[in-house]
C-alpha cells in the first residue's frame, strides 16, 4: 500500500523524477471486475490525489462484456475521475477487445485490448468496431518476446489498429 496518513516519501520523489524527464504518472486502481466497492475506488483515487502529482489513472481488472450493470460501474469510476480534473486520463484494462460502449459511452480515454505472450499475439485481430477510433485509443501489452518478435510486432502496428504497444 502506497498510501498511509500522508503517502510515501520515496513515490513521491520517484514521482518527481518521472515528471521531471517528461513522463507520465499514472495511477494504478484495480476494480476486481466490477466486483470492488466503489467506496474504496473513490478512496484509493482520493489518496493518489492527496499524496501524489498524478496525470491519470490506471483501471485494471476491467469487465469486456456491455451489460449495464458493468458499464454504470465503471462510468462512476470514470466520471468521478473526470470530476476531479478533466486533465486526467483515464485507461481502462480488461486485456481483451470489449464491447464498444466503453469508448463510445466513454467510460475511459484509451483502452488495453490485448494482454498476453508473443505466442498469443500473433493471431490478434482488430475488431472492426475498433477502426472507427484513432488507433493510439488503444494499447497492446505483450510479454516474453525475443528482440527479433518485438521489431515484427512494432511492425504489425497499422494491421494491429494500435497506437501504444508496450512489448
Known amino acids: 500500500n502506497c498510501f498511509g496518513t500522508s503517502g510515501d516519501p520515496n513515490y513521491a520523489n520517484a514521482i518527481d523524477l518521472v515528471r521531471e524527464s517528461g513522463g507520465k504518472v499514472i495511477a494504478y486502481v484495480y476494480t476486481n471486475y466490477a466486483n470492488r466497492p466503489l467506496i474504496d475506488i473513490v478512496s484509493e483515487i482520493d489518496n493518489y490525489i492527496a499524496f501524489y502529482t498524478?496525470?491519470?489513472?490506471?483501471?485494471?481488472?476491467?469487465?469486456?462484456?456491455g451489460t449495464d450493470e458493468n458499464i454504470i460501474y465503471f462510468e462512476q469510476i470514470y466520471n468521478y475521475i473526470k470530476n476531479k480534473s478533466s486533465h486526467y486520463s483515464v485507461t481502462g484494462d480488461p486485456g481483451v477487445v470489449p464491447d464498444e460502449i466503453y469508448l463510445s459511452k466513454p467510460v475511459v480515454d484509451n483502452l488495453?485490448?490485448?494482454?498476453?505472450?508473443?505466442?498469443?499475439?500473433?493471431n490478434f485481430q482488430p475488431e472492426q468496431?475498433?477502426?472507427n477510433y484513432p488507433k493510439d485509443r488503444f494499447i497492446h501489452i505483450v510479454y516474453s518476446a525475443t528482440s527479433d518478435q518485438m521489431k515484427q510486432a512494432f511492425s504489425q502496428t497499422n494491421k494491429n489498429h494500435v497506437g501504444n504497444l508496450y512489448i
Open 54 to 65: 498524478i496525470d491519470g489513472f490506471f483501471i485494471d481488472e476491467m469487465t469486456a462484456d
Open 112 to 122: 488495453v485490448v490485448f494482454e498476453g505472450s508473443i505466442k498469443n499475439y500473433v
Open 129 to 131: 468496431w475498433q477502426l
